[in-house]
C-alpha cells in the first residue's frame, strides 16, 4: 500500500498564529484528502484534494479557515489558519491506493492550541 | 447525506472470545465499506473492507458481512488477543467519491 508522511507529527501554537500540515506520497496519487480527528471523536472528511483543480471542501469547512495546496500528485498542504483552542484535533491525510483499491491514512498530526 | 451509525461504543471481552461491532448506513448508493483500527497515537490502519456485490468476506481471525437490504454491516473478530486492543471505525462511501463517512468508533478492550 501507498506509504505516507506527515509533517509535522506533533505540535502545540498560540491562538491566532496558522500552521501548514504537509503530507507526502510515496506514489503518485489522483485523489487526497484530509480529516479532522476531534479529541475522543471520529474522523470528519474537510476537503478533497485533486491535482490541478481547487479543493471541495465539505459542509461545516471553508477555505478562507483551511486552505489547501496539491502542486503535484505526490503531495499536499493543509493550513489551520487563526488557530483557537477548538482547533486543537489530529488532522490526518489521506489518499485512494489504487494499490489495493482501499484508503491509506497518514499517521497524523496532532494539534494543541493554547 | 450519508449517516453512519456505529454500535456498541465501548467493548470488553476476553482474551480468546469473539467480539462483533455493527454499523448502519442511510444511502442505499454507498458501495464500499471499510473497517479501520486505530492504536493510540497512530492512524487509522485499514484491516478488511467490503464491497456491495459481496456479502462476506474473511481474512483470517477477521470476517465482515453485509446486507445491502438492511443497510448493515459488521466486523466479526474470532479468538480475539489483547493486542487486538483499540479503537475501531467502520465507514461508508461511494466509491467513486473517495468520501469515507465513519462511524463514531468502537473500543475494544480485550482482557488477558
Known amino acids: 500500500s501507498a506509504v505516507i508522511s506527515q509533517k509535522p507529527s506533533r505540535d502545540i501554537c498560540q491562538r491566532g498564529t496558522s500552521l501548514t500540515i504537509q503530507c507526502q506520497v510515496d506514489?503518485?496519487?489522483?485523489?487526497m484528502f484530509w480529516y479532522r480527528q476531534q479529541p475522543g471523536q471520529s474522523l470528519t472528511l474537510i476537503a478533497t484534494?485533486?491535482?490541478?483543480?481547487?479543493?471541495?471542501?465539505e459542509s461545516g469547512f471553508v477555505i478562507d479557515k483551511f486552505p489547501i495546496s496539491r502542486p503535484n500528485l505526490t503531495f499536499s498542504t493543509l493550513t489551520v489558519s487563526n488557530m483557537s483552542p477548538e482547533d486543537s484535533s489530529i488532522y490526518l491525510c489521506s489518499v485512494e491506493d489504487l494499490g489495493y483499491y482501499g484508503y491509506t491514512f497518514g499517521s497524523g498530526t496532532r494539534l494543541t492550541v493554547v | 447525506g450519508e449517516n453512519v451509525e456505529q454500535h456498541p461504543s465501548t467493548l470488553s471481552v476476553q482474551e480468546g472470545d469473539s467480539a462483533v461491532i455493527k454499523c448502519t448506513y442511510s444511502?442505499?448508493?454507498?458501495?464500499?465499506f471499510p473497517w479501520y483500527k486505530q492504536e493510540l497515537g497512530k492512524g487509522p490502519q485499514l484491516i478488511i473492507d467490503i464491497r456491495s456485490n459481496v456479502g462476506e468476506k474473511k481474512d483470517q481471525r477477521i470476517a465482515v458481512t453485509l446486507n445491502k437490504t438492511a443497510k448493515h454491516f459488521s466486523l466479526h473478530i474470532t479468538e480475539t488477543q489483547p493486542e487486538d486492543s483499540a479503537v475501531y471505525f467502520c465507514a461508508a462511501s461511494q466509491s467513486n467519491t473517495g468520501k469515507l463517512i465513519f462511524g463514531q468508533g468502537t473500543t475494544l478492550q480485550v482482557k488477558p
Open positions: 506514489s503518485q496519487v489522483t485523489m
Open positions: 444511502d442505499s448508493a454507498s458501495n464500499y
Open positions: 484534494a485533486n491535482q490541478g483543480s481547487e479543493a471541495t471542501y
